[in-house]
């Protein structure tokens, strides 16, 4: 990764995004040399342990960047919106895991396996993609790269903890008091900001986001729009269909494509699986394949359940599972930071 160490800045260091940025600047022993942590004024004073050392929560406020090499962005699109220019202006590089940029024609959206070549016309920011757009985009590309993908359905299953911290506890809350008989009292899901909010415990809800265009919601366009970008393929088919599940971490997703050729499942298979990231759990007749409760805290994205689709001549189904909170969000976002160091495109400023 080479010798420099640069200052970093983690806004949203409370939550639960951010609180995994720390846990892995310190397991993949990034090159910090000076750690700043950012969140709103209610987090002011709290510590927080990063690896052997407490560090104090400071407030973000607009001079925050000062002598900052590197700030990862987990916060809200309205929070990136208003400092990650701040951040630019003050030297920085920002690696930004909301959806404020993702779309903008300036700004890079980067899964490192799949297209690391669009760092290198960064103009200091970069986006990290959709959580439920990167765990598809891993197999998906391997697919693409190799065979050809013309047309992609694709249902989630996506946990509580894509909705943050305080979705994790509502989850826990309405399960402790279903079970013992008690109303349940929903605040959060689907969308926070929503007139009307359901139960998650024991209970499916086909809302992700909040509803857009064509009766979509925004969670559903993020992965159509998302995909062809970083696939720089705006010609690819892509429908979604975004659920929240009743799971704590890691996300799931029914996938079925349409390939340019037919292949076969041992062929899909050893494409997948030579992906980098990507691990094949397929192994019917034992019952292997992947799951949530498997793969929470784990790096890769498991591929599993693959199978010819007999709808299609060349279809294929297979069922994909990761954990949002690391590779959806904060290992993505670490790897870009990696492949800056790596590739020269970030430097201390000092």
């Known amino acids: 990764m080479g010798q420099d160490r640069i200052n970093v800045a983690v806004v949203g260091a409370t939550g639960a995004v951010g609180e995994e940025f720390l846990k892995l600047l310190v397991e993949r022993n990034f090159p910090y040399k000076t750690l700043k942590l950012l969140a709103s004024a209610r987090s002011v004073g709290k510590r927080l342990r990063v690896g052997n050392e407490e560090l104090e929560v400071e407030e973000l406020r607009p001079e925050s960047f000062a002598g900052v090499d590197l700030a990862f962005f987990s916060a809200g699109a309205g929070v990136s919106r208003e400092f990650a220019p701040r951040a630019v202006a003050a030297g920085a590089v920002v690696v930004d895991n909301s959806s404020a940029f993702r779309m903008d024609e300036g700004v890079p959206l980067v899964v490192p396996?799949?297209?690391?070549?669009?760092?290198?016309?960064?103009?200091?920011?970069?986006?990290?993609?959709?959580?439920?757009?990167?765990?598809?985009?891993?197999?998906?590309?391997?697919?693409?790269?190799?065979?050809?993908?013309?047309?992609?359905?694709?249902?989630?299953?996506?946990?509580?903890?894509?909705?943050?911290?305080?979705?994790?506890?509502?989850?826990?809350?309405?399960?402790?008091?279903?079970?013992?008989?008690?109303?349940?009292?929903?605040?959060?899901?689907?969308?926070?900001?929503?007139?009307?909010?359901?139960?998650?415990?024991?209970?499916?809800?086909?809302?992700?986001?909040?509803?857009?265009?064509?009766?979509?919601?925004?969670?559903e366009w993020k992965m159509v729009r998302e995909t062809c970008k970083i696939f720089h393929a705006p010609e690819l088919k892509v429908a979604a269909t975004t659920v929240r599940v009743p799971v704590l971490r890691s996300h799931a997703e029914s996938v079925q494509v349409e390939?340019?050729?037919?292949?076969?499942?041992?062929?899909?298979?050893?494409?997948?699986?030579?992906?980098?990231?990507?691990?094949?759990?397929?192994?019917?007749?034992?019952?292997?394949?992947?799951?949530?409760?498997?793969?929470?805290?784990?790096?890769?994205?498991?591929?599993?359940?693959?199978?010819?689709?007999?709808?299609?001549?060349?279809?294929?189904?297979?069922?994909?599972?990761?954990?949002?909170?690391?590779?959806?969000a904060a290992l993505n976002g670490i790897q870009i930071a990696e492949l800056l160091l790596q590739q020269r495109l970030l430097t201390p400023a000092s």
Not at 277 to 284: F, T
Request: glycine share 8%; aromatic share 8%; proline share 9%.
């Open 113 to 219: 396996e799949v297209n690391p070549e669009d760092l290198r016309w960064h103009k200091s920011i970069i986006a990290n993609p959709n959580c439920s757009t990167i765990i598809l985009a891993l197999p998906l590309y391997a697919l693409h790269r190799e065979v050809g993908v013309r047309r992609v359905v694709v249902s989630t299953y996506q946990a509580v903890s894509g909705a943050g911290a305080r979705a994790m506890q509502e989850l826990q809350d309405q399960l402790r008091q279903a079970l013992r008989g008690e109303p349940v009292t929903p605040g959060i899901l689907p969308v926070a900001s929503a007139p009307r909010h359901y139960p998650i415990a024991f209970n499916v809800i086909p809302q992700v986001d909040v509803f857009a265009e064509d009766g979509f919601t925004k969670e």
């Open 259 to 328: 390939l340019e050729r037919p292949v076969t499942v041992d062929e899909a298979r050893d494409i997948m699986g030579r992906m980098p990231g990507v691990v094949v759990w397929d192994r019917p007749e034992e019952q292997v394949y992947p799951m949530p409760y498997q793969t929470s805290g784990t790096d890769p994205v498991y591929v599993g359940r693959v199978r010819r689709d007999p709808t299609v001549a060349a279809g294929l189904l297979f069922w994909v599972v990761g954990d949002q909170i690391r590779k959806g």
